[in-house]
Structures are given as structure tokens and as C-alpha cells.
């Protein structure tokens, strides 16, 4: 049996990740949370075997918030299922410690392999990742200049991106608004 802790804000996104996934007699929803504060508090009590978690929630826009869910439970597999655009998002997710990525949009087979591998310590790599990994290994791609960005400051490309505001953005980052 695996035992899965679902956080995300969004009770429609946490009902339907419970809808596909309950005719899975091997998959136990162990938990769900809606808040950043109760997903850490989660990952360090509910024994679950892998967490869904949306990495957009409570302040966070980026890889903060997955970087702060390992450093509480490292040992914890977690798949990071976003809005986010795979193409830009998958590798740096997987580079900071995901055991996936996956589209919101993803399907109930797809789910169930991710969650079944990220059991297993294994990653979970969708055809378009592994065609990212093909690519970065054959080609140089020099025009993807936001490649080169740190974490931080690809989430404040892709909250500029997303038309947060300028305190919104300093708030993320912990300097004041004069700085951002």
C-alpha cells in the first residue's frame, strides 16, 4: 500500500487528484493540506510514502517552498504537480529535489505511474523531460538564456511573467520593496 499526502490549495485540484486515484486499491490518500505551514507540519507526522504538493501556495511562487518540504523530509518523495509551463519548470523541479513533474493537466494513468515510481525512489520522467534531457545532452541550446538563471531569479522572471507586483515579488524574495 502507498500512502500519499496531497497539498494543494485548491480543494477542486485535491478532489480530483482523490477522484483518479480511488479506484486504485494499492494508493491510500494518508493526508491532505492546503497550506504551506500544514504540508510541512504533515511531512514531518503523517507517514506518507510519496506527497503531491503544488508549489505555489501561501507566499510561495517558485522552488522555495520544495526546497523547505525536503529539508523537513528528505526521505520523502515528492511530486510536484503545477501550472507551470513543463518545458521551463520540469528540470530545474527535478534538479531541486522533485521526484517529478507534472502538468495540472495530467491524466489518471500518468498520475498513478508517477506516484508508483516515485515509491519505488524512482524518478518520474514524462516524454517531454526525457526529450529535454536528449536535447541538453546532444545540443548546445544558447538561446534559452533563462537557463543560466539561478532558482531565484527564474521565479521572479516567471512572477514578473505572471504580472505579480513589485511588493509581491520583494515579499517572495524577503528584501524590502525599495530593493525589488
Known amino acids: 500500500m502507498i500512502h500519499i ?3 494543494d490549495p ?10 483518479m486515484l480511488a479506484n486504485q486499491a494499492d494508493l491510500h490518500i494518508a493526508g491532505e493540506t492546503s497550506q504551506a505551514t500544514e504540508t510541512l507540519q504533515a511531512l ?4 506518507s510514502d510519496v506527497c503531491i504538493m503544488e508549489i505555489a501556495v501561501d507566499g510561495y511562487t517558485g522552488l522555495g517552498f520544495l526546497h523547505e518540504a525536503k529539508s523537513h523530509a528528505p526521505q520523502t518523495p515528492i511530486l510536484v504537480m503545477s501550472h507551470r509551463a513543463e518545458r521551463d519548470f520540469a528540470l530545474r523541479g527535478i534538479r531541486a529535489g522533485a521526484s517529478g513533474v507534472l502538468g495540472k493537466s495530467c491524466g489518471g494513468q500518468q498520475l498513478t505511474q508517477a506516484i508508483r ?3 519505488q525512489r524512482r524518478l518520474y520522467l514524462s516524454e517531454t523531460v526525457c526529450d529535454l ?5 546532444t545540443q548546445d541550446e544558447g538561446g534559452r538564456r533563462h537557463e543560466g538563471l539561478s532558482d531565484i531569479e527564474f ?3 516567471a512572477m514578473m511573467a505572471s504580472a505579480s507586483s513589485n511588493a509581491q ?5 524577503h528584501i524590502s520593496i525599495a530593493m525589488a
Not at 133 to 137: G, Q
Request: net charge positive; glycine share 4%; hydrophobic share 50%.
Open 5 to 7: 499526502l496531497i497539498s
Open 10 to 19: 485548491d480543494v477542486f485540484v485535491r478532489e480530483g487528484i482523490k477522484q
Open 44 to 47: 514531518r507526522t503523517c507517514q
Open 117 to 119: 515510481l516515485a515509491a
Open 133 to 137: 534531457l536528449a536535447r541538453s545532452v
Open 155 to 157: 521565479d521572479i522572471l
Open 169 to 173: 515579488i520583494a515579499h517572495h524574495c
